[in-house]
């Protein structure tokens, strides 16, 4: 079995959101990097699970990134990657990025591609959906846990209004959420591992964007609470229907 | 040329969320002079030329019979025939689940630009406002290229009512065998689904317990809201997990949010920073959720919530 984990680097789920050179670049400055949380808790923990149960499995992990993404590699590799893969490249438009991972999972015949849901910074929702269509594979998205036998895979997905069981054979794509699997993390012994653990890089494939960002923009910041007695919720309903008109 | 619109429905009522798309579908139709497409897969019991009082000017519904939701490959053939055939420009989607499946495999048979999250009308030069780090900014995204695909934010734009007389088209679709087989389906008849629900009623660890959650249900039934949980109130098993909002949970955008005992964590505020109308009841005057809100009581929920109910039973009707 061999899987391919793509994993992209988000700033921490506290940091602070702001923008410069007018308003066209994510302010960066103090910033912490992380694994973005869906494709780290979910995605590469379940891949290693499934490494656990067959250790003949190889985890491959991708990153479509600069150079300052290394350290997030490092880290999933330390977690229980076999080897990382960064494509040099910086696009943000989904089509390239999910160009570049096609490039580098179509001749390595994966069974199992795993993503995250989506990324905490950009939620776009659709890298996963983008490379299975590349490579023509089936997708299960949002799926919240499967199971594989041999290469049958049984998988639940979120679906409007429900849940549905699925399924298919391997080879296929997988976009993974909540109730996949655990968090976990790095034991000694595997940060240990991962500083001999091969990162390879490669430099992108030309392709061009669909889409432009072109700049940002904060909410409107909120004009302040307002304090409402506890003894007189009858008020809160007054506002609520006449001056917030939402009931 | 033409605009299409993906439309879905649930326990046969169309979806609110499709509703809006197609609005706001029209609203680009109009403007292009394009016919406004609705595309619809139905088991025949849905009043589909219902659709032209939303601006709908033709209905294409396709018989559910071999057409497997789940298959996005098959799916995506279908969309593509009639995206040639209707000679489509736009495609516009809720931003639902089921547009997480085929958009971007869509995006990339039609090498069609996509933007997911939008929360806006387009320009007129293709640019979109998007809803981006979790709800905590917006990015104005350009399309650059011929047939561009938009999925709408749930109650990011409102339902117009534009009547036409629509034309409606019944067909049928065969595919070849589907390679995914859907073994169980589980669908939760009735509820408001959270993602596209107008009002929500959420609780979090300050409510102790499972067991508290009657004065929750109660206040949201009141109100016709959906009712959410923040991640520990999840996690401990309080509440069923798709219940949980936030960073790692369902992101939402309704129009009034309710915080009973939540703290206001940054990572459950990505997840709802984008209600228009914020209230917080916390006991505690520091929470951090006061900064973020419109309206907040401070008190204790188990006396204040069951007041509020006896005040909306009066004065509400
Ligand atoms: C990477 C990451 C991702 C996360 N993702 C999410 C997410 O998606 N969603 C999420 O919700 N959390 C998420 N969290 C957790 C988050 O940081 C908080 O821990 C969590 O939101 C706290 O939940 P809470 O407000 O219900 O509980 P607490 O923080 O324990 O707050 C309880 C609140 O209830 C109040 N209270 C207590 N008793 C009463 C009473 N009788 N009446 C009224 N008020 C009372 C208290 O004053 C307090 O403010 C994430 C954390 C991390 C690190
Ligand atoms: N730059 C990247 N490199 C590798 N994988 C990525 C990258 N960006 C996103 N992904 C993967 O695609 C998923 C969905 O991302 P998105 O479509 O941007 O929401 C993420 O959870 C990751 O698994």
Redesign the pocket.
């Known amino acids: 079995m061999k899987i391919l984990v793509?994993?992209?680097r988000t700033p921490d789920t506290t940091a602070k959101i702001a923008f410069t050179d007018n308003n066209t670049k994510f302010a960066t400055e103090g910033v912490q990097w992380i694994i973005?949380p869906?494709?780290e808790w979910y995605?590469l923990v379940k891949a290693i699970e499934l490494k656990e149960k067959d250790p003949s499995t190889i985890i491959h992990l991708?990153?479509?990134?600069c150079i300052d993404n290394e350290p997030i590699i490092r880290k999933a590799l330390a977690l229980g990657g076999d080897e990382g893969i960064r494509v040099n490249s910086n696009s943000e438009d989904?089509y390239v990025?999910s160009s570049q991972?096609a490039a580098v999972a179509a001749p390595e015949n994966y069974d199992l591609i795993l993503?995250?849901?989506?990324?905490i910074d950009?939620?776009?929702?659709?890298?996963?959906g983008m490379v299975s269509e590349m490579l023509d594979l089936n997708l299960i998205s949002l799926s919240t846990g499967f199971q594989l036998n041999d290469t049958t895979i049984e998988a639940t997905r979120e679906i409007e209004g429900g849940e549905e069981i699925v399924i298919l054979e391997t080879p296929c794509v997988i976009?993974c959420q909540k109730g996949m699997a655990e968090a976990r993390i790095p034991n000694m012994r595997g940060i240990m591992a991962a500083r001999t653990k091969p990162l390879k890089i490669i430099e992108p494939i030309p392709v061009s964007p669909l889409t432009e960002t072109m700049a940002f923009e904060l909410p409107p910041a909120k004009a302040g609470v307002k304090l409402i007695p506890a003894d007189q919720p009858e008020i809160l309903i007054q506002l609520l229907k006449e001056e917030a008109k939402t009931i | 040329m033409s605009v299409l619109i993906y439309i879905e429905h649930h326990d046969g009522k169309f979806k609110k969320s499709s509703l809006e798309a197609l609005s706001y579908g029209h609203v680009i139709a109009k403007e292009n002079n394009m016919a406004t497409v609705a595309f619809v897969i139905s088991d025949g019991r849905l009043p589909v030329a219902d659709l032209g009082k939303y601006g709908a000017t033709k209905v294409l519904t396709y018989s559910h019979i071999g057409i497997n939701e789940s298959d996005s490959k098959s799916l995506a053939s279908l969309l593509c025939e009639v995206v040639k055939k209707e000679n489509v420009t736009w495609i516009i989607f809720s931003n639902t689940l089921t547009a997480k499946l085929i958009a971007p495999r869509l995006s990339v048979r039609l090498k069609a630009g996509l933007v997911t999250g939008a929360t806006g009308l387009p320009t007129k030069d293709g640019v979109v406002m998007r809803s981006v780090f979790s709800g905590k900014a917006f990015s104005a995204v350009k399309l650059n290229t011929e047939i561009k695909i938009i999925s709408v934010n749930p109650n990011a734009y409102l339902i117009n009512e534009s009547p036409e007389k629509p034309e409606v088209a019944e067909l049928v679709y065969s595919t070849s065998a589907s390679t995914i087989k859907i073994k169980e389906r589980r669908l939760s008849p009735g509820d408001i689904p959270l993602a596209e629900a107008e009002r929500v009623v959420s609780g979090g660890r300050g409510l102790k317990g499972p067991e508290n959650w009657g004065m929750i249900e109660e206040l949201a039934k009141l109100l016709g809201a959906a009712t959410a949980c923040s991640r520990p109130v999840a996690d401990a098993n309080w509440r069923p997990h798709h219940e949980h909002v936030g960073q790692t949970g369902l992101a939402i955008s309704p129009n009034l949010y309710i915080a009973i005992g939540i703290s206001g964590a940054i990572q459950h505020l990505a997840g709802v920073n984008r209600s228009k109308t914020i209230v917080v009841i916390n006991k505690d005057p520091e929470a951090p959720f006061f900064k973020s809100a419109d309206y907040g009581i401070v008190g204790d929920a188990f006396e204040v919530v069951p007041k509020l109910i006896e005040a909306i039973k009066t004065t509400h009707g």
């Open positions: 793509c994993i992209s973005n869906y494709d995605a991708i990153n479509v990134g989904a990025i991972i993503l995250g849901k989506e990324t950009h939620n776009g929702s659709s890298i996963g976009t």
